[in-house]
């Protein structure tokens, strides 16, 4: 008999729901949130397991990994599909949730999710590292702008590199604004130190691999964005066509029809939003700042003049995704002309 297994993962433990072929509960547990807690509760069916499913997630990766070396194969199922058939269940328990991807799992209505190699997850690792370093340093900016206007003082802007500097020169001899500012400015030196060593690492693993070297070929493209680019894809073999990995990061339109109805709205916004606003930016940096002539940019300068900046740049990120994944393919560099 065919065993389908459905797995609702969270940080402590694992519901686990066993069906056989037919839909019927064989058996519902919970288990310690660990590849080896998981196999020994699953050994009874081992030898007629015909899948295991769980959505993709923080530990989806660390548990498929698990469970795959104690020889339990198992496939990473995509998110929102998942969310959306199972928001039809009145109510929502870890249990339900199982019982609803093992049923998802038996008759197939899921989207499998590429489950990332060591090499693209270390890559990743980095760049979200890079990203939260950033962003406390931003919000230690804004904090301590914020607290300074509420005494009528204010940092100018574009001096990043010498803020502290500039704060310090607009609070010395203000007693209290040293005391609760000066702890501030220390703990964002120290941040921003750590972002540039992060920073340069990034930049610098990214300017040593030849699949990047190739991709910063394209105006626009800098070591960041190629190296969010190739983590994020991984396994370029995987597409079948370069045209649906815009798809694959939500940069094609909504679709909605309906009898006489056929909406086109906004981009979708599916997968990695990371990958998403990296092209983003690419596409703005080769509208906006590049000033060398491509076919490409002057493709995109049609769009903005009829459809606007915006649409440009979107259909210019959606442009790029196609063209990086074709030169990662073809092992060729980018031509300007």
């Known amino acids: 008999m065919a065993y389908y297994i459905g797995l609702d993962v969270s940080v402590e433990s694992t519901a686990v729901c066993v069906i056989d072929a037919a839909g019927c509960v064989k058996k519902e547990f919970s288990a310690r949130s660990h590849p080896e807690d998981l196999a020994n509760s699953l050994n009874p069916f081992s030898d007629e397991i015909a899948g295991i499913g769980l959505e993709a997630g923080p530990m989806s990766g660390f548990l498929v990994e698990g469970l795959k070396q104690r020889g339990l194969d198992s496939v990473l199922m995509e998110t929102r599909r998942v969310h959306a058939a199972l928001s039809a269940i009145p109510v929502k328990t870890d249990r339900r949730d199982a019982r609803g991807?093992?049923?998802?799992?038996?008759?197939?209505?899921?989207?499998?999710?590429?489950?990332?190699?060591?090499?693209?997850?270390?890559?990743?690792?980095?760049?979200?590292?890079?990203?939260?370093?950033?962003?406390?340093?931003?919000?230690?900016?804004?904090?301590?702008?914020?607290?300074?206007r509420g005494f009528g003082l204010r940092v100018p802007t574009g001096a990043r590199g010498r803020f502290c500097?500039?704060?310090?020169?607009?609070?010395?001899?203000?007693?209290v604004l040293e005391a609760a500012i000066f702890p501030l400015l220390s703990a964002r030196d120290t941040m921003a130190a750590e972002f540039a060593k992060l920073d340069k690492l990034v930049r610098d693993q990214s300017r040593n691999d030849n699949v990047c070297r190739r991709l910063m070929t394209i105006p626009g493209v800098g070591a960041v964005v190629a190296m969010t680019f190739r983590a994020a894809i991984d396994d370029p073999t995987r597409f079948r066509s370069s045209k649906s990995v815009g798809a694959c990061f939500g940069l094609t339109p909504r679709r909605y029809q309906s009898g006489e109805t056929d909406r086109v709205t906004s981009i979708t916004k599916a997968g990695d939003a990371s990958v998403r606003a990296a092209l983003y930016e690419a596409a703005h940096v080769m509208l906006v700042r590049t000033t060398?002539?491509?076919?490409?940019?002057?493709?995109?300068?049609?769009?903005?003049?009829?459809?606007?900046?915006?649409?440009?740049?979107?259909?210019?990120?959606?442009?790029?995704?196609?063209?990086?994944?074709?030169?990662?393919i073809d092992g060729t560099k980018f031509k300007t002309a």
Do not use: C, Y
């Open 165 to 175: 500097d500039l704060v310090r020169d607009l609070i010395a001899g203000n007693p």
């Open 101 to 148: 991807i093992a049923e998802l799992l038996r008759m197939g209505w899921f989207q499998p999710v590429h489950l990332k190699t060591p090499v693209a997850r270390d890559l990743r690792l980095m760049l979200s590292a890079r990203v939260s370093l950033g962003r406390r340093v931003r919000e230690l900016d804004n904090s301590v702008r914020g607290l300074l």
């Open 292 to 328: 060398r002539w491509t076919p490409l940019r002057a493709w995109a300068m049609r769009v903005a003049a009829r459809r606007g900046a915006k649409r440009a740049k979107i259909a210019l990120a959606r442009k790029l995704a196609v063209i990086m994944h074709r030169l990662w």
